[in-house]
Structure formats: structure tokens, C-alpha cells
């Protein structure tokens, strides 16, 4: 199944792209998109995944799935772990930047 990948800011920039198509497997999970996509783009990559405000001591994916904050508990219970569909848009970068 496909899903369309959006790159922001500077995930634009090492990628060298503002979006892709993924084949993904069925019950693959965001996490599981984030480790295909490292392996590809490397370790400034998988950095830029999560960011730490400030004033905050927790982590917070830098993602989006179908323009909702990843980090929305109430949407995104398993955050992560949550499970890609068909069709899906997976945004890096929104929460850092604009592109």
C-alpha cells in the first residue's frame, strides 16, 4: 500500500525533497516509516524526528499523520505505534518549520 511522505524545513533539506510516495507493508506503523526512512536519509534524519522544547524534559515527534499533531493523545493514542492506512499523508518537519 502507498502512502505520501511531506518533508518541511530542513527535512526538506536532507531528504532533498518536499514529498515522496512509500510502498508500505499492511500494519506497518509510523515508527516503522521513521526507521525505513533513517536507513535511507541517515542520522540527521532520525534526529530531526523528535525535538525537545526548552522548557519541557519530554521529547515530541515532529510528525504529523493526515495533518493532525502526532503528539495528540486524543487522536493518536498510540502515537507511534499507530498503524498506517492507505492513503495516509506523513508530515516531517510541520511542528519545526515551514517549508
Given amino acids: ?3 505520501t511522505v511531506r518533508y518541511y524545513g530542513f ?14 507493508k499492511e500494519g506497518q506503523r509510523v515508527k516503522d516509516l521513521i526507521e525505513i526512512l ?10 530531526l524526528c523528535f525535538i ?7 521529547e515530541y515527534a515532529n510528525i504529523c499523520l493526515n495533518a493532525l499533531d502526532l503528539n495528540n493523545i486524543q487522536k493518536f493514542p498510540r502515537g507511534l505505534e499507530t498503524t ?3 492513503g495516509d499523508t506523513v508530515s516531517f518537519g510541520v511542528i ?3 517549508a
Fill in 1 to 3: 500500500m502507498q502512502v
Fill in 11 to 24: 527535512f526538506s533539506t536532507v531528504t532533498r525533497k518536499l514529498y515522496e510516495t512509500e510502498e508500505v
Fill in 38 to 47: 533513517s536507513g535511507r536519509y541517515g542520522y540527521k534524519f532520525s534526529k
Fill in 52 to 58: 525537545q522544547p526548552l522548557y519541557s524534559d519530554k
Fill in 84 to 86: 498506517l492506512k492507505e
Fill in 96 to 98: 519545526g518549520g515551514a
